[in-house]
């Protein structure tokens, strides 16, 4: 197999290491602000704001580089309206039937439930997905290569690139959630990941007392 064309590395700035760490320092305080949020305005956010940050977690590195994600971006009120319809049919049976005792427990601290209001509410719903296999011109099927990990890297970059637009968010996963496909025209070849609300908090928005862990707590140096 021929190797790959390359090209030289794009020049970086250069850096000293106290540099380096001042920026490390920086960017972990403006993430640690960072939180979920499930109340907020109907303000809008601009379109451009939205694809600058998707063009960020565009950059993610993937398996092969086969770059498997797919985002929509839904800013529609019907298509918003129909989105948490389905959303919370799902949440219900889940609350009702589906998830044990100790999930339920374990939701509770955060005081979520089956209402999904935000779906409506917040001006934009980004529908990641990812690829279960390509499809060429032709209609044949092509492997695809880590797509898990490829787009919960690429959903990564693009909450920490809305936090620095200083926009909020929510991942919400209701289960199943094949419904988006039909909703927002996608393939079969394409499962939904997660529904990424972004927006504005409401005024007076609260969010839950949480803490986080400890560098020690999950880290080790060897």
């Not at 972990?28 to 949020?37: G, I, S, Y």
């Not at 998707?54 to 580089?65: D, E, F, I, V």
């Not at 994600?69 to 609350?95: L, N, S």
């Amino acid at each position: 197999m021929d190797a790959c064309n390359t090209v030289p590395l794009p020049l970086r700035e250069s850096l000293t290491d106290a540099d380096r760490l001042a920026r490390a320092h920086a960017f972990a305080e403006e993430l640690a602000n960072r939180r979920t949020v499930r109340d907020y305005s109907p303000k809008p956010v601009p379109r451009d704001i939205i694809e600058a940050c998707l063009r960020a977690a565009g950059t993610a590195p993937s398996g092969a580089n086969q770059q498997p994600w797919r985002f929509v971006a839904v800013q529609g009120a019907e298509i918003k309206r129909r989105i948490r319809e389905a959303a919370e049919a799902e949440e219900r049976e889940f609350y009702a039937h589906r998830a044990p005792d100790a999930w339920l427990q374990a939701l509770a601290a955060l005081g979520t439930d089956a209402d999904k209001r935000f779906l409506e509410i917040a001006p934009w719903l980004i529908v990641v997905f990812y690829e279960r296999y390509g499809v060429d011109a032709d209609g044949n099927k092509h492997k695809r290569y880590y797509p898990h990990e490829s787009v919960g890297i690429a959903t990564g970059l693009l909450i920490a690139a809305l936090h620095r637009a200083g926009l909020a968010t929510l991942t919400h996963t209701p289960s199943p959630m094949g419904f988006l496909n039909k909703i927002v025209g996608r393939p079969r070849n394409e499962m939904p990941y997660l529904l990424l609300v972004v927006g504005h908090p409401a005024d007076g928005c609260r969010v839950p007392d949480i803490q986080r862990l400890p560098l020690q707590a999950y880290t080790s140096f060897l």
